[in-house]
């Protein structure tokens, strides 16, 4: 797949393996193995995650087993900031903690994750205070050269409009969660206006848009008349979008499944049938940012 272009000039893969709730060798040896055979060159984690160490490791080994062909400049690697290290001091020392833990001079994105701080009340104003200062920890990291390319994780509308007020580099990537039960059209409109570049994640919501636990109408018969899966439909209904994927599998087998996301084309009737259905079937599975201050 052709990389998405990013508003600095760099570029983004447009499907990542996403490393949520795995944490240890055993898990994610044979997961981020499989991806790179399969061409991601994306791996996306998180300091609460708790596995950038273990992802280093294997990464040191993918780096220098001749059979994979690949260099560190040839993976896009992301981590984000944890909550509890909100503010410039505690952020900037945060993405050097994780760098090492990754063993990596620099990481391709970094993104503020949650736009609260930990402990703190939803309506506490610090919680605004501290995620200014953080992205003013971004910006220098990102002059230094030890992030490649920076941005946020879970901004509401009026989150984005006030980074965008106060910051003197535009992100260039918001991740958050993304599917046809939650398709949120003032933060696309906004992202697009100012050439910030979408990843969804969760974009299967957490297996429930494909396990019977919701049900998205026309879904599984655009699914059959395609010769697909229901999950395929979706992450691609998420790419001729324009926008990113972090799908994240346990299972080798759905990591290659997932590699095939862009090999076909959804009808604009199709499209349009699952943009729609967050109007009839509204649904979140994941963190809720809409209440903090």
Not at 124 to 129: G, S, V
Not at 174 to 196: D, N, S, T
Not at 270 to 277: A, C, P, Q, T, Y
Request: one cysteine or more; glycine letters at 6%.
């Amino acid at each position: 797949m052709t990389p998405f272009q990013l508003n600095n000039g760099n570029t983004i893969p447009v499907i990542g393996l996403g490393t949520y709730r795995m944490k240890t060798m055993e898990e994610l040896r044979p997961v981020v193995r499989e991806a790179i055979r399969s061409g991601y060159r994306l791996i996306d984690s998180a300091t609460v995650y708790r596995n950038e160490d273990v992802l280093g490791e294997i990464l040191k080994e993918i780096f220098a087993d001749p059979s994979f062909g690949v260099k560190r400049e040839d993976l896009f690697i992301t981590s984000k900031l944890s909550p509890q290290d909100q503010g410039y001091d505690s952020c900037y020392k945060a993405v050097n903690d994780s760098l090492t833990r990754f063993q990596l001079d620099y990481l391709d994105l970094y993104l503020i994750h949650w736009p609260g701080t930990s402990k703190k009340k939803l309506n506490d104003p610090i919680n605004r205070e501290n995620r200014t200062g953080s992205y003013k920890a971004l910006e220098q990291l990102y002059k230094e050269g030890k992030l490649k390319n920076i941005g946020v994780s879970n901004y509401t509308l009026e989150h984005l409009e006030h980074l965008l007020e106060v910051c003197t580099v535009i992100p260039q990537v918001h991740q958050f969660e993304l599917h046809p039960c939650l398709y949120q059209p003032k933060v696309l409109h906004i992202c697009q206006q100012h050439q910030i570049q979408v990843q969804a994640y969760s974009s299967l919501g957490e297996g429930n848009l494909i396990n019977g636990e919701v049900e998205i109408p026309g879904l599984q018969k655009m699914a059959d008349r395609l010769g697909v899966s229901s999950a395929l439909v979706l992450l691609h209904w998420a790419i001729q979008h324009g926008w990113a994927i972090i799908p994240k599998s346990k299972t080798t087998a759905r990591i290659k499944e997932n590699a095939n996301a862009n090999s076909f084309e959804l009808s604009e009737q199709d499209m349009k049938l699952l943009d729609n259905v967050y109007q009839t079937e509204p649904h979140r599975f994941c963190w809720d940012p809409t209440e903090i201050n």
